[in-house]
């Protein structure tokens, strides 16, 4: 089983915040990395150009030196988040990096696509409820994927949309691939007729 | 024609319920069994690493074909053999994709092939894609190999993963797009102008969600080249996949190539093949007819593929921003003709129209003219065996490049435009020099 997919039915978590629109995918993970031939270990480069320099020293401001990984697993960011061209590398940096889920008032759709093929859950929320999260960082959340619910501690809860395959995967702790390998005696059925 | 009957199904249904594993459910997709995955350099190395990760074997090696064709240099290599890659990262792919196959038993074609190419344009060329086939390769254009009554996906890197381990691909039953063709074609008008100009008929999100079929007597007469440029760029306008129904065409495409069936099974795979298409009757859940005699040398004036004219006629004079935003990117102005606009740069090649017929279209128009002053051509072959046929029939020799304002048009439109330094319409050179 996906590691990364792992009994996702609820998360509890403290958010993290990125107060800045248009997060587009090359910020999230910059272009020069994506002619790894591996994912794993991506999230060394999740923001490159926001925490290093060129020549790889840190930035004095780097935002992401505030981020508590293992505690804060919900990432909070401005509108717009994922835009830019299309890379599953971006989830898998972000899940690499210790996100289980981004909260936004939009996602690009296709980031929206890979994210949930590889088990990072966006949560799409109105205006209100990102600005209360913004002006609020280290907030505790808990998110029921099945009954596609967010509850925000103190504030109240709200839902969320999700498609049905999505949340029968991540409420299953369990990703595509497998759900296809659970299928193995009809793929054998099949191979068999064909 | 006769009443829709309950019976009676399009070519993709018929397709499409030959490789049900599992229907869909409200909650789940259907599970579609693939007979084919074309492998290349760049989409496939994290699938395998996936894989590896979770501890799984490729299903069916020999349902996987591969080739290097992206990340690969267009130039020859220098004299000692060493080949010059843009990034060492590049360089790393291929490599990576060779061990990858040979770990796993999957049949690359790689430097030493003599049938290395495009995937698109190799799969084909070897006898590979075959009518009624599932075919599925992590790029956009996989859409080319539906020329042969084919179901052919683009998928992503995820699916490339999902694909080797089990041979399955998750997908939502998709809608059915037909689109009728029927008349003869005016001399200079090409598969490359049908395709534009059916985009632009339809949208640029004209086909989302669906699967289209080509059909009427204009595509019956489209050699298997044109089908296949129309087929590539299905998804241009938002299509999964594009097909056409297989035919004598098809069959005599390719029969005698290396992974064709042959003997008797070439007469009963043919049989079977007869069986794919459209019933008299069955429904398309859209259809779009297009006259042929409407279509004319087309060519997009703007920076989407559904912004088409005739190579003749002016550039849209709209205010909405879409267009304006177009019309600045392009530098032109609305109601202006792009014919005559000059032109830098030529490029004949990509999977869209690198093969042999597109070479020997551009040719037939370029045969004893010259390039004009200040213009570059670049043609680069689809594949290694399109070079050579190319470049024994003394057509070309080119190497890649690529331009910045970039003007989509047929191979015809794109040659006479080389022989004049501007936008052209290839009609005043149609029956070589004069
Ligand atoms: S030539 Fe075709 S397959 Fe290759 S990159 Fe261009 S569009 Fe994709």
């Known amino acids: ?194 | 024609m006769s009443e829709p009957s309950q019976a009676a199904s399009t070519l993709f249904e018929k397709v499409w319920k030959r490789h049900l594993v599992r229907n869909e459910t409200p909650e789940t997709p259907a599970i579609l069994y693939i007979d084919l995955q074309l492998l290349h350099e760049v989409t496939s190395p994290q699938a395998f690493d996936e894989l590896k990760r979770r501890g799984l074997g490729v299903r069916r090696p020999e349902c996987c074909l591969a080739t290097i064709d992206h990340s690969t240099p267009t130039s020859p290599p220098d004299a000692d053999g060493t080949r010059h890659y843009i990034t060492e990262q590049a360089r790393a792919q291929v490599d990576v994709l060779h061990v990858n196959c040979a770990e796993h038993g999957i049949e690359l074609h790689g430097w030493d092939s003599p049938n290395r190419g495009i995937v698109h344009v190799m799969g084909p060329e070897m006898g590979a894609t075959q009518p009624g086939m599932t075919i599925v390769c992590g790029d956009s254009h996989t859409a080319t190999h539906g020329a042969f009554g084919a179901l052919a996906f683009g998928i992503g890197t995820t699916e490339v993963g999902h694909v080797l381990a089990t041979q399955c691909l998750l997908q939502n039953m998709p809608k059915t797009l037909g689109i009728r063709i029927e008349g003869d074609l005016e001399p200079g008008v090409t598969a490359k102008d049908v395709i534009l100009h059916v985009i632009s008929a339809i949208g640029v999100d004209g086909g989302t969600g669906s699967v289209i079929e080509y059909h009427g007597s204009t595509v019956r007469a489209m050699d298997m080249e044109s089908r296949m440029t129309m087929c590539n760029m299905s998804i241009e306008c938002g299509a999964r996949a594009g097909m056409v129904a297989p035919d004598e065409f098809t069959f005599e495409y390719l029969k005698g190539r290396p992974m064709s069936p042959s003997g008797a099974n070439w007469e009963r795979a043919v049989d079977e093949w007869k069986k794919l298409k459209t019933d008299p009757g069955a429904a398309f859940d859209r259809l779009v007819e297009i006259d042929a005699a409407d279509i004319e040398p087309s060519v997009t004036w703007g920076t989407n593929p559904g912004m088409v004219i005739a190579v003749g006629s002016p550039v849209p004079d709209r205010q909405d921003p879409g267009t304006l935003d177009a019309l600045e990117y392009m530098q032109l102005k609305g109601g202006v003709k792009l014919a005559g606009e000059a032109v830098d740069v030529v490029f004949i090649g990509s999977c869209t129209n690198s093969r042999l017929t597109d070479l020997r279209a551009a040719a037939s128009v370029m045969k004893g003219r010259k390039v004009a002053q200040g213009t570059r051509v670049l043609i680069v072959a689809g594949s290694e065996a399109t070079r050579r046929q190319a470049e024994a029939e003394g057509n070309f020799k080119g190497r890649q490049g690529s331009g910045v304002r970039t003007v989509l048009a047929s191979p015809l439109t794109a040659a006479a435009s080389a022989i004049t330094g501007k936008v052209t319409d290839p009609r005043e050179f149609l029956g070589g020099a004069a």
């Not at chain 1, 915040?17 to 995918?25: E, F, G, Q, W």
């Not at chain 1, 293992?70 to 994922?82: E, K, P, T």
């Not at chain 1, 940096?93 to 289980?100: N, P």
């Open chain 1, 1 to 194: 089983m996906n590691e990364n997919a792992k009994s996702m039915g609820i998360i509890e978590s403290r958010t993290f915040n990125l107060a800045v629109d248009n997060i587009d995918t090359d910020q999230i993970i910059p272009g020069k990395f994506l002619t790894t031939t591996e994912r794993e270990g991506l999230g060394q480069f999740c923001f490159y150009s926001w925490r290093f320099n060129e020549d790889g020293s840190e930035k004095p401001d780097n935002p992401l030196r505030q981020h508590q990984p293992g505690r804060q697993r919900v990432l909070v960011a401005g509108s717009n988040f994922g835009c830019g061209s299309s890379r599953e590398h971006a989830p898998w940096a972000l899940l690499d990096y210790g996100f289980q889920a981004v909260i936004s008032s939009r996602f690009a759709d296709i980031f929206c696509n890979n994210s949930l093929k590889n088990g990072l859950l966006p949560i799409v929320v109105d205006d209100n409820v990102l600005e209360h999260l913004l002006a609020n960082p280290d907030h505790a959340v808990r998110i029921d994927i099945g009954n596609r619910r967010l509850t925000l501690d103190g504030y109240g809860d709200v839902g969320f949309p999700l498609d049905p395959f999505s949340a029968y995967c991540l409420t299953r702790g369990i990703d595509q691939l497998d759900f296809i390998l659970q299928n193995e005696q009809a793929i054998l059925d099949y191979e068999k007729s064909a």
